[in-house]
């Protein structure tokens, strides 16, 4: 089914566009994707999308939530021929919260791979719904009545990530919870392939931080395994924020892609305090050891500028989950101040061109 594209809205520029060498090029028919008034449980929000590329077909598994108090959280699907121009495949969604499991409270933020016929997605979930959290403080969820001895994260309403699989996108298994549950870990993101026979996985813990971590606040951290469902290798600090900066807090965004020049990485960074922007950095890992860090632009390559990113649930976001490479270019989809689906794309062999000046 296709959706009605609201009108442009007058443009509010921010204050702090930098000239900066190398920038995405956004869409000029974003958003590609918006809020559906008629459907329930997709009437408020649209956004960060797992993206994939197929026999001529773009796929966005996205994020959306309709206008309920306690923000419920589903995955709907849409399909275009040309990246840009997108139909629904359902008037539902095509994956839900389960009616007595541990995502029961919500789903989010999906992130796509595929290993041999089946696509796996990581996506982030909490027992207990969130409420619409941008009404409260800054990183705050509504809470269950619980009582003292209920566990961590029920009590807290901590987010850990999961694991499903499919081959369509619309039948599914959920093989469980692959982070640790007193941990709030999103920003979970594997590999496409195995190195050295090994599965990687980029993750964020949220309480990893101090001294005894080696950085200040959230960041980027890697770790290797046999298994995709068992991860109990140590960790590696990867990418830690700059204080100062655009990115003093730092996650991973979408999935790693093998180029030439190495794993080519997407991430996010926020600043403290200032605007409080989300905005996108790039780095490369070395194709053979992807726990080494081989070069990262030290400026943004996307910052928030149009009205879908400056005017929605999150002021001043853009926020990338899902990319592919067609040809010589790099599209990437992210979400707009945390409703709606955008798309920018680059030249690929001119980012890494950039990248490579920055060489660690």
Known sequence: MTFQKSEKKKEAKPKNILNHPFILKKSEHNPVLEPYPSHYWENLVVCNPGAWYENGLFYLLYRAAGDDKDHIIRFGLAVSEDGVNFKRVSDQPVFEPSIDGPDMGGVEDPRIVKFGDEFYVTYAYRPYPPGQYWKFEHDVVQLPETGPDAPAVYRKNIANTGLAVTRDFKTWKRLGRITQ??????????????????????????????????????????????????????SKLLIKGRRGSWEEKVGGSTPPLKTKEGWLVIYHGIENGGLG????????????????????????????????????????????????????ELYIYYGGADKYCCLATCNLEELLNELKKHRI
């Open 181 to 234: 549950s007193n941990l709030d870990d999103r920003d979970v993101i594997l590999f496409p392939e195995k190195v050295n026979g090994q599965f990687v996985m980029l993750h964020r813990p949220k309480q990893w931080t101090g001294e005894a971590y080696g950085c200040e606040e959230p960041s980027i951290w890697i770790t290797f395994s046999d298994d995709l469902m068992v991860w109990n290798q140590p």
């Open 277 to 328: 922007y989300y905005r996108v950095g790039a780095a490369l890992l070395d194709l053979n050891d992807p726990g080494k860090l081989i070069a990262r632009l030290p400026h943004w390559i996307m910052e928030p500028e149009h009205w879908y990113e400056l005017e929605g649930m999150y002021n001043g976001c853009v926020f990338p989950t899902g990319n592919m490479i067609v040809g010589d």
